[in-house]
């Protein structure tokens, strides 16, 4: 089946600090894959997205690089602001499926 | 170009009720799918439709139904409501296309349903 798994949260850092927020994936086939946030009243934004292996989407400071090997897209940005705190959720889909699975989310609180 | 739309903002409904809630989808777009959020948790896919018909459905029992209407605009309906219904019901659009390999989704801000 297709799955999501997200590090749980909350990641709480100071502003400036590096971020990291693994994910982790199952699928059958050759998924696309995403990272959407979610901030607080708010329905989802699209940060970034990548379509195949070794592509690296990148967004507003944010990266994260599909590995097909380890079946990760961990996000990652390098100086976080409080602006990011938000929470950010894992997701895939499939050629021409276009359902899309979540992760439970990790929610972010950046303090200054 | 708009972006999409859904209403109500909250809704408050009793067990037993039947509630339906609506979505605009965004300009250009010929699909919306429709994911159901509890607190805490990730959205889960409720279905999806394409040229007014289901074109794929989730784990979630034959009382959620849906429409979608000509001008793309959709509604899910939801029966006999069950306290574990409360949750944030979220509406995406998105353009499906056979030449496309994936389809990227936007998601509207979602309709608050509490079940008393």
């Known amino acids: 089946g297709n799955s999501v798994t997200q590090m749980e949260g909350p990641v709480t850092l100071s502003e400036e600090a590096f971020l990291t927020i693994n994910c982790t994936y199952t699928?059958?086939?050759?998924?696309?894959l995403f990272w959407y946030v979610q901030y607080p009243g708010e329905g989802l934004q699209l940060l970034l997205k990548a379509t195949k292996a070794d592509d690296k989407g990148s967004n507003k400071g944010f990266e994260a690089t599909y590995r097909k090997e380890t079946t990760s897209f961990h996000l990652e940005k390098g100086s976080v602001q409080v602006s990011d705190s938000a929470v950010y959720f894992c997701a895939l889909t499939r050629y021409n499926f276009n359902k899309f699975y979540f992760g439970s989310g990790t929610k972010l609180n950046v303090k200054p | 170009e708009t972006g999409v739309t859904q209403s109500p903002t909250h809704l408050i409904k009793t067990r037993g009720q039947q509630v339906t809630l609506r979505c605009s989808s965004q300009s250009g777009h010929n699909t919306v799918s429709w994911y159901q959020q509890a607190l805490g948790q990730g959205p889960q896919f409720i279905f999806q439709?394409?040229?007014?018909?289901?074109?794929g459905r989730g784990n979630f029992p034959p009382r959620f139904s849906g429409l979608q209407f000509p001008n793309y605009s959709s509604e899910l309906n939801v029966n006999a409501l069950e306290l574990d219904d409360s949750a944030l019901y979220l509406c995406?659009?998105?353009?499906?296309?056979?030449?496309?390999?994936?389809?990227?989704?936007?998601f509207g801000p979602g309709t608050r349903l509490t079940v008393l």
């Open positions: 699928a059958t086939g050759y998924p696309s």
């Open positions: 439709y394409y040229r007014e018909e289901e074109n």
């Open positions: 995406a659009s998105s353009l499906l296309s056979g030449t496309r390999s994936y389809n990227e989704q936007f």
